[in-house]
């Protein structure tokens, strides 16, 4: 009997593992068959000390939530890999759950699901981006990374407030990897893989310009057959509401409608003045932007720096669960001087993100004679108030179902003016419909999601374009830091750590995403500064 099965057997005896039995997969979610196989012994071993250690009894129940309407169809594939990969060690029987995302979108922030999905497109190209709103204080996740629940993470959140107003490029590249290396040891979540971005369009279409935000712009886009764009999606439309939305598919039609401060356009990776003419520190703590003048919403309100103050301060006051109040972390106040004049006071001086974060989620400005101060306002009555001074105003809207945008003739902005006469935007119910519509002429444009295999198949097809860049697009694995299995805070660390050393990231990105995901090794992805490879180091496969 060699070392590693002496440990297994040593501790199936002591009654703390279990080296048999797998429960049915209740979701009929079916991994492909060529990733079946045993699990290494290896990382078994050491997902096993470290429960042993921490006496937990094996297996442990596992319920994992995800969502595949809002994150693709193969997160199927890719959650019933995971549940194969837990389930071939003997430590873990796990139960897989699936809800639709406007449920999971609020059931996730009211300890609903003690593990699940969740997926990450980048607010701006910054490392911190993939840290301060995951983990500094009343971070977006809301599952219990907080000093109440682990009072040990207080030097971390102290780490993270640090490295943003750190003016030295190398002290804050060095702080960017401590703080991973640090997470890792408490692995909040796992990180999982790093998304590609992609449109695939009609091979008439041109103007596709996938940004640094790991958005698509509409403007630029042109069909030499036509002077209107039809976009299909599958991504879900939360709220056009910006106070009560933090996800990729509301971002993308508030990107189209509302005009930011400053935001990133087609060519730059970094944000150029929108309805800014500038902007910049005018006092260590004092981010100021003077409004270029003569600005109107489409209704004809005048917009001005109180309309801006009016927008930062809503999405603070509403702070919906759901909403990007968390990016705001660092304003303290919003003063309206003049009426092209707006100061930010900030909490900590020289933050090295403020400037990007205005073109974030938390940026668009909103018609303070039209949005209420204290509560979201419905999607229909901001249609019908036509409060928009972006590119494009809405014209007819039927929630996840289809919108039509034409272009805001007095758009005053640094973005691109549309070259189309309108853009009727499309959401699929799944990615099998989306494929079959850009492959018939339905639609000119397909942007988000479809399966793997759809794009693979797609490239071979003389009708249409794939288009793809490196993206920031991240998937990890959450715990709810209270409701995870485990009867303190230990032997929960011990279950995330367990699970951390048994999934096999490779697989995932061969078998299920073809190599258009590749392995996540840290919380910060490659491309980024301070990227690192700090969760496999800790907890390799080869252990």
Request: proline residues 6%.
């Given at each position: 009997m060699n070392k590693t099965a002496t440990v297994l057997a040593a501790l199936a005896l002591t009654g703390v593992i279990a080296l048999s039995g797998c429960a049915k997969d209740t979701t009929g979610t079916t991994p492909p068959s060529s990733s079946a196989g045993p699990a290494s012994s290896a990382p078994v071993s050491a997902a096993a000390k470290y429960l042993?250690?921490?006496g937990v009894k094996t297996p442990v129940t596992l319920n994992i939530q995800y969502n595949g309407d809002h994150y693709g169809k193969s997160s199927d594939q890719e959650y019933g890999l995971i549940k194969q990969q837990l389930e071939a060690s003997g430590l873990f029987t796990v139960n897989l759950q699936s809800t639709e995302w406007v449920t999971y979108n609020k059931e996730r922030v009211a300890d609903a699901y003690p593990i699940y999905q969740l997926g990450w497109f980048p607010d701006f190209p910054d490392a911190d981006n993939y840290l301060s709103p995951f983990f500094a204080p009343n971070n977006f996740v809301n599952n219990h990374f907080d000093t109440d629940t682990l009072p040990e993470i207080a030097p971390i959140q102290a780490q993270i407030a640090a490295e943003v107003t750190e003016t030295d490029p190398a002290k804050r590249k060095q702080g960017i990897e401590d703080i991973q290396t640090a997470l890792a040891k408490i692995l909040p979540n796992i990180p999982l893989l790093q998304g590609s971005q992609?449109?695939?369009?009609?091979?008439?279409?041109?103007?596709?310009?996938?940004?640094?935000?790991?958005e698509l712009m509409f403007t630029p886009l042109k069909s030499d057959a036509k002077d209107d764009i039809i976009l299909g999606t599958t991504d879900k439309i939360y709220t056009i509401d910006?106070?009560?939305?933090?996800?990729?598919?509301s971002l993308v039609v508030e990107t189209?409608?509302?005009?930011?401060?400053?935001?990133?356009?087609?060519?730059?990776?970094?944000?150029?003045?929108?309805?800014?003419?500038?902007?910049?520190?005018?006092?260590?703590?004092?981010?100021?932007?003077?409004?270029?003048?003569?600005?109107?919403?489409?209704?004809?309100?005048?917009?001005?720096s109180s309309d801006v103050k009016w927008s930062f301060d809503r999405v603070l006051k509403i702070n919906d669960p759901n909403g990007p109040a968390s990016l705001l972390g660092n304003l303290d106040s919003v003063d309206a001087p003049d009426p092209l004049t707006v100061n930010f006071n900030l909490k900590a001086e020289n933050d090295q993100t403020f400037a990007q974060i205005l073109a974030t989620s938390a940026g668009p400005i909103v018609d303070e004679k039209v949005f209420p101060a204290d509560k979201l306002m419905a999607d229909e009555d901001i249609v019908k108030a036509n409060a928009f001074s972006g590119p494009y105003t809405i014209t007819d809207f039927t929630k996840n179902e289809v919108l039509t945008l034409v272009p805001y003739k007095d758009y005053n902005g640094g973005l691109d003016k549309p070259v189309q006469s309108k853009i009727t935007y499309k959401t699929f119910a799944d990615a099998n419909n989306l494929r079959l519509s850009i492959s018939s002429g339905e639609i000119d444009v397909?942007?988000?999601?479809?399966?793997?295999?759809?794009?693979?198949?797609?490239?071979?097809?003389?009708?249409?374009?794939?288009?793809?860049?490196?993206g920031g697009e991240i998937r990890y694995m959450v715990f709810n830091m209270k409701t995870m299995p485990g009867d303190d805070n230990a032997q929960k660390l011990a279950i995330r750590q367990a699970i951390a050393t048994l999934i096999d990231r490779q697989a995932l990105s061969d078998n299920v995403y073809k190599g258009q995901y590749v392995p996540l090794c840290s919380y910060v992805p490659d491309g980024y500064v301070g990227a690192s490879k700090a969760v496999c180091d800790a907890y390799p496969l080869s252990k």
């Amino acid at each position: 009997m060699n070392k590693t099965a002496t440990v297994l057997a040593a501790l199936a005896l002591t009654g703390v593992i279990a080296l048999s039995g797998c429960a049915k997969d209740t979701t009929g979610t079916t991994p492909p068959s060529s990733s079946a196989g045993p699990a290494s012994s290896a990382p078994v071993s050491a997902a096993a000390k470290y429960l042993a250690d921490a006496g937990v009894k094996t297996p442990v129940t596992l319920n994992i939530q995800y969502n595949g309407d809002h994150y693709g169809k193969s997160s199927d594939q890719e959650y019933g890999l995971i549940k194969q990969q837990l389930e071939a060690s003997g430590l873990f029987t796990v139960n897989l759950q699936s809800t639709e995302w406007v449920t999971y979108n609020k059931e996730r922030v009211a300890d609903a699901y003690p593990i699940y999905q969740l997926g990450w497109f980048p607010d701006f190209p910054d490392a911190d981006n993939y840290l301060s709103p995951f983990f500094a204080p009343n971070n977006f996740v809301n599952n219990h990374f907080d000093t109440d629940t682990l009072p040990e993470i207080a030097p971390i959140q102290a780490q993270i407030a640090a490295e943003v107003t750190e003016t030295d490029p190398a002290k804050r590249k060095q702080g960017i990897e401590d703080i991973q290396t640090a997470l890792a040891k408490i692995l909040p979540n796992i990180p999982l893989l790093q998304g590609s971005q992609w449109a695939v369009t009609r091979a008439n279409v041109s103007g596709v310009h996938l940004l640094v935000s790991d958005e698509l712009m509409f403007t630029p886009l042109k069909s030499d057959a036509k002077d209107d764009i039809i976009l299909g999606t599958t991504d879900k439309i939360y709220t056009i509401d910006p106070a009560g939305s933090y996800d990729h598919g509301s971002l993308v039609v508030e990107t189209q409608v509302y005009q930011f401060l400053v935001n990133f356009n087609t060519t730059d990776k970094t944000p150029t003045p929108d309805a800014a003419d500038k902007c910049g520190f005018s006092a260590p703590k004092v981010f100021t932007c003077t409004l270029k003048s003569g600005l109107k919403f489409a209704n004809g309100h005048d917009l001005t720096s109180s309309d801006v103050k009016w927008s930062f301060d809503r999405v603070l006051k509403i702070n919906d669960p759901n909403g990007p109040a968390s990016l705001l972390g660092n304003l303290d106040s919003v003063d309206a001087p003049d009426p092209l004049t707006v100061n930010f006071n900030l909490k900590a001086e020289n933050d090295q993100t403020f400037a990007q974060i205005l073109a974030t989620s938390a940026g668009p400005i909103v018609d303070e004679k039209v949005f209420p101060a204290d509560k979201l306002m419905a999607d229909e009555d901001i249609v019908k108030a036509n409060a928009f001074s972006g590119p494009y105003t809405i014209t007819d809207f039927t929630k996840n179902e289809v919108l039509t945008l034409v272009p805001y003739k007095d758009y005053n902005g640094g973005l691109d003016k549309p070259v189309q006469s309108k853009i009727t935007y499309k959401t699929f119910a799944d990615a099998n419909n989306l494929r079959l519509s850009i492959s018939s002429g339905e639609i000119d444009v397909a942007y988000r999601s479809l399966t793997p295999t759809d794009i693979e198949t797609l490239k071979t097809d003389s009708n249409v374009k794939v288009w793809q860049e490196k993206g920031g697009e991240i998937r990890y694995m959450v715990f709810n830091m209270k409701t995870m299995p485990g009867d303190d805070n230990a032997q929960k660390l011990a279950i995330r750590q367990a699970i951390a050393t048994l999934i096999d990231r490779q697989a995932l990105s061969d078998n299920v995403y073809k190599g258009q995901y590749v392995p996540l090794c840290s919380y910060v992805p490659d491309g980024y500064v301070g990227a690192s490879k700090a969760v496999c180091d800790a907890y390799p496969l080869s252990k």
